[in-house]
């Protein structure tokens, strides 16, 4: 039950996961399933477990090239073939995520959070899960964190649920010099 909510990003635990009988293996395997994410087409949060699925045979399709540098490797899911500025856009989303999920357990390591409870907040925010570990598990809450803290959890959590493509786009200095022509950021 307890990967299944991770996955599905629903926020639910019917146990206490950082109780003693829960070895860490087992809360290995609940990590790997907040960084899995959820089926592509569904709300959950996360990097979407179809995009980790094609950056691992990326990966692999590479490893492959290397030892074999004159062959045609194309890299292929379900019988087609991916191009490569879809994997190219793939890569880059799942990138973006493991940044914004180092950079956030950075900050909150800077702001006094020991580096577990840091990553944990950080997967859970970012990725929308809920629960994260340590002091932050099912039966904790994110109340003993400080102000700064919220506000940075805050942030990753809205840049996770927007998909990180939608922050990017409305960063992008095209988007911004065409809002600023159009008059919407017009300076009186």
Same mark, same amino acid.
């Given at each position: 039950?307890?990967?299944? #909510?991770?996955? =599905?990003?629903?926020?639910? +635990? =019917?146990?206490?996961? $950082? $109780?003693?009988?829960?070895?860490? #293996?087992?809360?290995?395997?609940?990590?790997?399933?907040?960084? !899995?994410?959820?089926?592509?087409?569904?709300?959950?949060?996360?990097?979407?477990?179809? @995009?980790?699925?094609?950056?691992?045979?990326?990966?692999?399709?590479?490893?492959?090239?290397?030892?074999?540098?004159?062959?045609?490797?194309?890299? @292929?899911?379900? &019988?087609?073939?991916?191009?490569?500025? +879809?994997?190219?856009?793939?890569?880059?989303?799942?990138?973006?995520? +493991?940044?914004?999920?180092? !950079?956030?357990?950075?900050? /909150? !390591?800077?702001?006094? #959070?020991?580096?577990?409870?840091?990553?944990?907040?950080?997967? +859970?925010?970012?990725?929308?899960?809920?629960?994260?570990?340590?002091?932050?598990?099912?039966?904790?809450?994110?109340?003993?964190?400080? #102000?700064?803290?919220?506000? !940075?959890?805050?942030?990753?959590?809205?840049?996770?649920?927007?998909?990180?493509?939608?922050?990017?786009?409305?960063?992008?200095?095209?988007?911004? @010099?065409? /809002?600023?022509? @159009? &008059?919407?950021? =017009?300076?009186?």
């Amino acid at each position: 039950f307890q990967s299944a #909510s991770f996955i =599905s990003s629903t926020g639910y +635990a =019917s146990v206490d996961y $950082a $109780a003693a009988p829960w070895t860490d #293996s087992a809360r290995m395997f609940l990590l790997i399933a907040m960084l !899995v994410g959820g089926c592509a087409g569904s709300a959950a949060g996360g990097p979407k477990a179809i @995009r980790n699925l094609l950056s691992l045979k990326y990966m692999w399709t590479e490893l492959t090239r290397t030892l074999h540098p004159r062959g045609v490797l194309p890299l @292929r899911h379900r &019988g087609k073939v991916i191009p490569n500025h +879809a994997m190219r856009s793939i890569l880059n989303l799942v990138l973006c995520y +493991a940044l914004t999920y180092v !950079v956030v357990a950075l900050i /909150l !390591v800077a702001l006094g #959070s020991n580096f577990a409870t840091a990553f944990s907040a950080s997967l +859970a925010c970012v990725g929308n899960i809920g629960p994260g570990f340590e002091s932050l598990g099912p039966m904790g809450s994110f109340a003993e964190i400080g #102000s700064a803290s919220k506000v !940075v959890l805050s942030i990753g959590m809205w840049m996770g649920r927007l998909e990180l493509v939608t922050i990017l786009a409305l960063l992008h200095p095209d988007v911004l @010099r065409h /809002l600023r022509w @159009r &008059g919407k950021f =017009s300076r009186n």
